[in-house]
């Protein structure tokens, strides 16, 4: 966007120096030279807002274009978040599965081993 701004100031000032020139060293009349100045300027002033009106297209289709492929990485990263917590989720409740089963076990060999005394409490 800094290479569009310098290419317009550049272009600006080519045309006033030119103008400026053009006057200093016009064979024509002074209404001849007037018109011719008047055209030069609309002419000018036709070529800036094709060049705005191109920078403004180019950086709304840039700005979509961004706009879509963060949505993509967002997208893609929260589904990757997502499948990792179901793994973890998973690995939790296999593992609270095991230390049930070991609990359920120390349970039962403490009940048979301590003769008529109540069981101790498990810890989960």
Do not use: C, W
């Not at 963060?70 to 990757?80: A, K, P, W, Y």
Request: net charge positive; no cysteine.
């Amino acid at each position: 966007m800094a290479n569009t701004g310098n290419t317009l100031l550049a272009l600006v000032t080519g045309a006033a120096i030119g103008a400026g020139i053009g006057l200093l060293y016009a064979p024509d009349s002074g209404e001849k030279t007037r018109k011719k100045l008047r055209k030069d300027a609309q002419e000018a002033q036709g070529r800036l807002n094709k060049r705005y009106n191109e920078t403004s297209s180019n950086l709304s289709e840039k700005a979509k274009k961004a706009k879509v492929d963060f949505e993509e990485r967002l997208e893609e990263t929260l589904s990757s978040a997502s499948h990792k917590a179901d793994d973890i989720l998973t690995a939790m409740e296999n593992k609270l599965e095991e230390f049930r089963k070991q609990n359920a076990k120390l349970q039962k060999d403490k009940t048979g081993k301590s003769s008529g005394k109540s069981p101790d409490k498990a810890v989960v």
